[in-house]
């Protein structure tokens, strides 16, 4: 019995010595073969889908990949190897290019919205500020003040004071003539 290498290297196996040398090509490739995939890695990205075998990988790989338009709203599913070479690419029908109308025109005007919500907010900061720079208005200070009740003369001097001059001159004439 020996014991060789399978294709990929990976595994080994016990084959018969007579068996191995008395092969053709053929039968020596199954006879090193591990009956595993294989664990090579194609230019794409994918495992290899085939049986352990010798050489070099072949390049059609038939792996379904999801491809999408540019705006991601389709996705389909497709043969690896037609992705890869440019044999087939999804674009965007009228309703994916509608949806991008209706995104645009929704982000202007949020743009417009948050445009207006800024003047509006700096009217106020100036409104603020041109009434911080004309100064508070001073406070009536009549409600710190105590109602004081005015006496008599206080309230009608002005009228009380002409009358007793009179009443004064009238009674000084009186005493002046009637003397004599």
């Known amino acids: 019995m020996l ?14 010595c007579r068996k191995i040398t008395t092969a053709d090509v053929n039968e020596k490739n199954l006879l090193s073969c591990c009956k595993n995939q294989c664990p090579k890695e194609l230019p794409c990205g994918h495992r290899c889908k085939e049986m352990c075998h010798p050489g070099e990988c072949p390049f059609n790989c038939n792996q379904k990949v999801k491809l999408r338009c540019p705006c991601k709203r389709i996705k389909k599913e497709l043969q690896c190897n037609k992705v890869r070479e440019n044999q087939i690419s999804i674009e965007c029908d009228t ?3 509608e949806m991008k109308r209706k995104a645009s025109e929704i982000k202007e005007a949020e743009a417009k919205a948050a445009l207006e919500e800024e003047k509006r907010r700096q009217q106020a900061e100036l409104e603020a500020f041109e009434n911080r720079l004309k100064g508070r208005r001073k406070k009536n200070r009549k409600r710190d003040e105590v109602a004081v009740e005015l006496t008599l003369w206080q309230k009608y001097r002005y009228c009380l004071l002409p ?18």
Do not use: G, M, N, P
Not at 166 to 179: R, S, T
């Open 163 to 180: 009358l007793c001059a009179v009443v004064v001159l009238v009674f000084a004439w009186y005493i002046a003539y009637d003397v004599d």
């Open 95 to 97: 309703t994916c290019k």
């Open 3 to 16: 014991r060789i290498k399978c294709h990929c290297k990976i595994t080994s196996l016990y084959v018969e």
